[in-house]
C-alpha cells in the first residue's frame, strides 16, 4: 500500500509489515491498519468521500519471568539475552517494570507435624471395637 508519508508492505519471510519511507526500512512487527473516512462536502452534485489508510505497530503488552539481578548492567545484559535468544519478531520496550515474583508457600512454609503409625493404628482399633458393638446392639434388638 502506498501513501504520502510512506509505502508498506508485507515480508512473508519475517512475518511483519514492512514501512518504507525516505530510503529506511522500519519493521512494524504484527501492525494494524487505521481506516478513517470523512464526508467533505464538495460541490452540490458531487459530495467528496475522503479515506485515510494507516498502517501502525500493534503493540501488546507481555511479561516473561527473567532471573533478576543485583547489578543494574547485569539484569540490562540478562534481560538483552533472553530475548535475543527467545524473541524473534520487532518488538520495543513499552515499559521496563523489574519485580520480584515471592512465593508464599515456599517461603512461609510450615510444615504440618505428622502423626506416627502407632498413633493412627491404636485410633483405627478404638474405632473397629465401637462398630463392633454396634453392631452387636443392632443384632440383639
Excluded: W
Excluded at 522500519?26 to 491498519?33: M, P, S, T, W
Excluded at 491404636?122 to 443392632?138: C, F, M, S, T, W
Amino acid at each position: 500500500m502506498t501513501t504520502d508519508k510512506a509505502l508498506y508492505r508485507f515480508d512473508a519471510d519475517r512475518e511483519t509489515l514492512i514501512k518504507e519511507a525516505l530510503g529506511k526500512q522500519e519493521a512494524l512487527g504484527c501492525g494494524k491498519i487505521v481506516v478513517k473516512v470523512a464526508f467533505k462536502k464538495g460541490t452540490k452534485t458531487q459530495p467528496r468521500i475522503e479515506i485515510t489508510v494507516e498502517l501502525t505497530p500493534d503493540y501488546q503488552k507481555d511479561y516473561e519471568i527473567i532471573p533478576f539481578h543485583r547489578d543494574e548492567v547485569a539484569n540490562r545484559a540478562a534481560i538483552a539475552a533472553f530475548m535475543a535468544k527467545y524473541i524473534t519478531k520487532p518488538f520495543e520496550y513499552l515499559e521496563n517494570v523489574v519485580g520480584v515474583e515471592i512465593n508464599f508457600n515456599k517461603v512461609f512454609y510450615k510444615p504440618e507435624k505428622l502423626r506416627s503409625v502407632e498413633d493412627i493404628l491404636g485410633e483405627i482399633a478404638v474405632l473397629d471395637e465401637e462398630l463392633k458393638r454396634l453392631e452387636q446392639l443392632l443384632i440383639d434388638n
